[in-house]
């Protein structure tokens, strides 16, 4: 039977993926999160192809045994490798944060340069470039792994002087190719935003996977008619939190995020899964 108020499940390789969590909490706010970070296994980025599906495979099943209704890939690398092969595994509905950010930017540049940031992973892979050029064939995808900003973001360094130096080094051949659309290719990178747009300037549009992906969230729940109505009933256990290590510091970055205090994040052993 269909249950509108089971939780949709959210899945990241640790506490980036919470970019997404957030825009799902501001989009859809009648819905209600169980959200996975593997905080003893991240990063994914570096990891192979086989381990990334591997583990994101292990996570589904611990979605699945939370009764998720729906599955959010919140992150880019694990959504690049393992979401095509899982999504044929599951009776619920899987979407990823790759597509709904690549069709935008394909929407969105007037000059057909893309630029896509994120992982070695994901930008190795290619997929951002396989997604926008089913949309417009002509576009030019130009792929920048960036790995240090997963790094500089969680040391909370989001304004400083060393992420603006960073940041100029990988951007500067962006730039000079003369992208007009900038993927922020990572869940981390809405984090360091404003510090990209700077570097880009004004003429670079941001699109930001976080967002597109609640957004398409919300309207593949509606078409099937699975939104949650039952907002009243929602209570304290609206949102719930599961890592694989370090829940506090899991915690603490969380709170830094969001503005509904988490209330705990709970440690299981994803191997088991
Ligand atoms: N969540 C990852 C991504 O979006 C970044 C961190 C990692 O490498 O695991 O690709």
Known sequence: MKNNNAP??????????????REIMRQIPNERIVYFGDTARVPYGSKSKETVTRYSRQIVRF????????????????????????????????IGVVRPGAVVAAQTTSNGKIGVIGTEGTIGSRIYSHYIKE??????????????FVPLVEEGLWQDP?????????LTELIDIGIDTLILGCTHYPLIR?????????RVTLVNPAYE?????????????????????????????????????FKSFANSII?????????????EY
């Open 63 to 94: 979605l699945q045994t939370q009764e998720v209704k729906a599955i959010v890939v919140a992150c880019n690398t694990a959504s690049a490798y393992a979401l095509e092969e899982i999504k044929t595994e599951v009776d619920i509905p899987m």
């Open 194 to 202: 404003s510090t990209v747009g700077r570097v880009m300037g004004d």
């Open 135 to 148: 949309i417009n064939p002509e576009a030019e995808v130009i792929g920048k792994a960036c790995p240090l």
């Open 162 to 170: 060393v992420t603006d130096e960073i940041a100029k080094r990988y």
């Open 8 to 21: 949709v499940g959210v899945f990241d390789s640790g506490v980036g993926g919470l970019t997404v969590a």
């Open 259 to 271: 503005k509904y205090g988490i209330l705990s994040a709970k440690i299981i052993n994803i191997e």
């Open 213 to 249: 992906t609640a957004r398409e969230l919300k309207e593949m729940l509606g078409q099937r008619g699975m939104l949650n109505e039952e907002a009243a009933q929602l209570g304290d256990n609206r949102y719930r939190f599961y890592v694989s290590d370090a829940a506090e510091k």
